[in-house]
Antibody
């Protein structure tokens, strides 16, 4: 049974870079699936950040594209998120997820989420 | 980019009531729509994909319909465990935007 687990600092300073990793267990990041990041500010809705395939192909939310990098590390069976120049507006629970591609580009598996606060 | 809207933003209904939530896309997305349920403090859970296909293990009181720009999620008989926020998501192409959510609680 595939499981996803986010990890990374829970506190990032303004103007810094948020870095998170999603470890894939019970399966391979090199499968046919795509892998994705979503965030949820406290008390608000879900925001799609972007997605990656093990080939390195990526798609990003245009509203975040200038600050976001998603990468995959096949040797460690994980994928990562970097968000630069963060502000308080980037405070959110960050979820990693598996995309059910090629069946469809919806999330069929989610990590538990990790809260990242941006504060000095 | 295609924008997703949902209505209502919140609703309160009695146990056993039929509940309908609407999701609208600003442009046609065929049937590339998913619905998720997020209970308070929990991770979102996939309910429906391809607009009307029930994910394995999801109770049959949940159903989805629609195509193009207008979609609905229906709970045929609301149960206490259905208290949650429901999100639609379009996935025909990136960016794979979510709707703003509909909060459902018990009257």
């Amino acid at each position: 049974q595939v499981q996803l687990q986010e990890s990374g600092p829970g506190l990032v300073k303004p103007s810094g870079t948020l870095s998170l990793t999603c470890a894939v267990s019970g399966g391979s990041v090199s499968s046919s699936n795509w892998w994705s990041w979503v965030r949820q500010p406290p008390g608000k809705g879900l925001e799609w950040i972007g997605e990656i395939h093990h080939s390195g192909r990526t798609n990003y939310n245009p509203s975040l594209k200038s600050r976001v990098t998603i990468s995959v590390d096949k040797s460690k069976n994980q994928f990562s998120l970097k968000l630069s120049s963060v502000t308080a507006a980037d405070t959110a629970v960050y979820y990693c997820g598996r995309i059910a591609a090629p069946m469809g580009w919806y999330f069929d598996l989610w990590g538990r989420g990790t809260l990242v606060a941006v504060s000095s | 980019d295609i924008q997703m809207t949902q209505s209502p933003s919140s609703l309160s209904a009695s146990v056993g009531d039929r509940v309908t939530i609407t999701c609208r896309a600003s442009q046609g997305i065929s049937n590339f729509l998913a619905w998720y349920q997020q209970k308070p403090g929990k991770v979102p859970k996939l309910l429906i994909y391809a607009a009307s296909t029930l994910q394995s293990g999801v109770p049959s009181r949940f159903s989805g319909s629609g195509s193009g720009t207008d979609f609905t999620l229906t709970i045929s008989s609301l149960q206490p465990e259905d208290v949650a926020t429901y999100y639609c998501q379009k996935y025909n192409s990136a960016p794979r935007a979510f709707g703003p959510g509909t909060k459902v609680d018990i009257k």
